[in-house]
């Protein structure tokens, strides 16, 4: 579970207690600069979103105090018993988050949001690790399960919410750095005058963001060292000051946190107090990150580091802060009821500087946190296809999408120049929040049942509890709509639109392409040569298919004169796992008889992988076909899989991870590792100057010397190089389908496409020459 990026690979088997509490804390220590930057800066902008308008503060202190109950039982509800003790537990094999929970419960109960999904992918050693029994599935669950599987209705409305779940997040990677840098600089306000400040605090903020998107190209693995020490000393500052101000202006504000406070809040403001718990949530903000955040950290360092270090921090900063305004009623200045105005004058201004640092910290754990996100989306097929660039060579997910980077900036910068107050941000930002906690509840309680097999009576008492207090602050956020809440609403909508359109497209042209497929026995009438000369080299198609032979293909055959003396069928595709091992990466078989040489390729990756360079991947390719043609060897066992039209299907790893064959091409580095097999070489050509290729072979079992002449073949054309064949799709609603149908495929499809990265930017393939041929996709 523990799966610490950049620190080196930390066993996952078990190891001597002393190492082990040394690596929980070693990552506890790490998640508080990647997990906690968000939530740790909520104090800044709680209080004075909850005082906005809806409440005043009065000299019985019956609102402060009512707010401060809150904040306290909403910081304890919330993130510690629903996200420490339970929603953690629903990893999916080590990764957290909204996709996550969606894939277990796709695992599970047999829903599919991905076309090309094979009775294969369930051998996957990580599709079924937690260790969840089906046969303890009570009578309930198990009608739940079938009623499931049966209506698709019900699968596409799991897949939207899953969808407006995720949305919310982007939302939120918009909202967030906005009104955290924004209430950082808002210190100033107390340090100049009015007219003065109007048109500092506006540029200043924009002025960071701008400062904090422009550095996402760079990554963040030379500066995110300092990210835990940063949030450490703000927790840190802001409890102090906590602790100051509750000893020093009134001791006896602990008595707040009584729940009947809460009572006597609600009863006195009524509607304004219900309007005010928009506010209130706020001091929730960045709590989904500890379960978004997961794959990084571990689940007992991520709840080490909230109970006894955060959430304590969060608890005093809050009490600190009432504490101050139970005995401050009348403000001289404009700034109200705020953070600063509770911090000592004398250290005001360092306050202001560590304040700063943190809400960027905070802020660039949420957009990396987007990045991420949208690329699981891309991976799932639910996003078009995204430039991704990795931003450090060492440290593994850290990643750049520039599409989303620069409208993020923009988005962002619209917040803050368009609503240039917190109450809006606020109330934006909240309605986001909450909706993810929502969606969160209501997949955890199906993962009650269907994946943990516990009593559906758990689940509605889960979903209720939970549920309804989030339905409060919901309804409170959702009032709010002209106010800022439009906000988040209109990105999910947009959002929501575009992953839908994508996802509805990419599966009616995957139809297409099943019910266009060609025989094998038209394959097998072309004979060996397939009725045309068969020239050196090797001719990459790429499909989406996982059988058969696509239609494209038989394009190719009676419009060339001639092709490649190799050919394979390329398919490249995510399955519903965050990871797959390199062991179990690739399916390979043949496609017709042997004489034939066409095989295909099936590369699997979890929707958390990151594809591998180009030579790399390439290398892994060509051996993967090299180590089919040696395991069919009678004295081979290797594990095999009978596929759809009788193609028998050969799991192999990456050339690293196996003991099979491998590739040594002239110029490759660590030339004492290995040893040649003479009878697999291919003599040097005098002809031209070329790469030279060998293949390195296990000594035993003998190969036979039909196969032999086969790696030859292979090696040959590996040597002649390779092309790329991609088709390029229009894809067009039928004559006689709805107006919607038209305009969902004919316009939003077709614009996402034209304007989305195409697969040869996704697949990583080296090609020195690429061949595209335009196909219309009737669907």
Aim: glycine content about 6%.
């Amino acid at each position: 579970m523990m799966d610490l990026e950049g620190e080196g690979v930390i066993p996952r088997s078990p190891i001597k207690k002393k190492e082990s509490w040394k690596t929980v804390l070693s990552l506890a220590y790490q998640s508080l600069g990647v997990v906690y930057g968000d939530l740790s800066t909520s104090p800044l902008y709680v209080y004075k979103s909850a005082f906005a308008e809806d409440i005043h503060h009065s000299d019985t202190n019956e609102e402060i105090f009512g707010v401060l109950s809150f904040v306290f039982w909403t910081l304890t509800l919330m993130p510690l018993l629903k996200y420490v003790f339970i929603v953690l537990r629903a990893d999916d094999n080590g990764e957290g988050g909204t996709f996550a929970l969606y894939s277990l419960l796709c695992r599970h109960a047999r829903v599919y949001s991905l076309p090309n999904c094979q009775v294969a992918d369930q051998d996957l050693s990580e599709y079924k690790k937690d260790g969840m029994a089906s046969n303890n599935t009570s009578l309930l669950g198990s009608s739940l399960k079938s009623t499931l599987e049966k209506h698709k209705i019900l699968q596409r409305l799991l897949l939207v919410l899953a969808l407006i779940g995720t949305c919310m997040v982007i939302g939120d990677g918009v909202l967030t750095p906005a009104i955290s840098v924004f209430s950082a600089v808002s210190g100033l306000e107390l340090s100049m005058s009015k007219e003065q400040h109007r048109y500092v605090e506006v540029p200043a903020a924009c002025a960071i963001l701008i400062f904090l998107f422009a550095l996402q190209h760079y990554g963040t693995h030379r500066v995110g060292f300092l990210f835990a020490p940063v949030v450490i000393t703000w927790l840190l500052c802001i409890s102090v000051i906590g602790v100051y101000n509750i000893f020093h202006w009134n001791p006896h504000v602990y008595k707040a946190l009584s729940p009947y406070y809460m009572y006597k809040f609600l009863k006195k403001t009524q509607k304004g107090g219900w309007m005010s718990l928009g506010g209130i949530l706020l001091c929730i903000t960045g709590s989904e990150a500890m379960f978004a955040d997961l794959g990084h950290f571990s689940q007992l360092s991520i709840k080490i580091a909230f109970t006894f270090f955060v959430y304590p921090s969060l608890i005093l900063a809050y009490m600190g802060q009432a504490a101050y305004l139970s005995r401050h009623h009348i403000l001289e200045t404009n700034y109200h009821i705020g953070f600063y105005v509770s911090v000592p004058e004398k250290i005001r201004w360092p306050v202001l500087v560590i304040a700063i640092f943190a809400a960027v910290v905070g802020s660039q754990a949420i957009i990396t946190g987007t990045f991420s996100i949208i690329k699981q989306c891309s991976a799932l097929g639910c996003f078009p296809r995204v430039k991704i660039i990795h931003t450090s060579s060492k440290i593994h997910g850290q990643i750049y999408i520039p599409e989303i980077n620069w409208t993020l900036m923009l988005l962002c910068l619209a917040v803050t120049v368009g609503f240039q107050d917190t109450k809006r941000m606020g109330n934006a930002s909240g309605l986001a929040v909450i909706t993810v906690m929502l969606v969160t509840t209501c997949l955890m309680s199906l993962v009650i049942v269907l994946c943990w097999h516990k009593s559906v009576l758990l689940a509605i008492l889960f979903i209720f509890f939970f549920g309804s207090i989030e339905a409060l602050y919901f309804s409170a956020s959702l009032i709010k709509f002209l106010e800022g809440a439009w906000v988040p609403i209109a990105l999910a909508l947009i959002f929501s639109a575009i992953m839908y359109v994508w996802h509805y497209g990419t599966l009616k042209k995957y139809e297409f392409d099943v019910q266009n497929k060609v025989s094998i026995n038209w394959l097998l009438a072309l004979g060996p040569t397939l009725g045309i000369v068969r020239v050196r080299g090797i001719g990459l198609i790429h499909t989406e298919l996982v059988s058969g032979i696509p239609a494209i293909f038989s394009h190719f055959v009676t419009n060339l004169p001639a092709f490649h003396q190799v050919v394979v069928f390329l398919c490249i595709k995510s399955v519903p796992v965050p990871h797959v091992s390199p062991e179990e990466r690739f399916l390979v078989g043949r496609v017709g008889p042997k004489e034939y040489r066409l095989y295909r390729c099936i590369a699997r990756y979890g929707y958390r992988d990151i594809h591998k360079d180009d030579l790399e991947f390439e290398k892994d390719l060509i051996c993967s076909i090299a180590e089919l043609i040696r395991s069919e060897s009678p004295e081979c066992s290797i594990l095999s899989i009978d596929s759809e039209n009788d193609e028998k299907m050969t799991v192999i790893g990456t050339s690293s991870s196996n003991l099979g064959v491998r590739m040594h091409e002239d110029g490759d580095e660590d030339l004492s590792e290995i040893v040649s097999i003479s009878d697999v070489k291919v003599p040097k050509s005098p002809e031209r100057l070329r790469k030279r290729v060998r293949f390195v072979v296990p000594e035993s079992p003998r190969i036979e010397d039909e196969a032999k002449e086969e790696l030859r073949e292979l090696m040959e054309a590996r040597e002649a190089g390779m092309a790329f064949i991609l088709g390029h799709s229009y894809v067009r609603a039928k004559k006689g389908s709805s107006l919607m149908k038209k305009i969902v495929i004919n316009l939003g499809y077709d614009f996402l496409r034209r304007n989305s990265r195409g697969p040869n930017y996704a697949l990583n393939i080296p090609h020195a020459s690429t061949l595209e041929v335009g196909m219309v996709y009737l669907v």
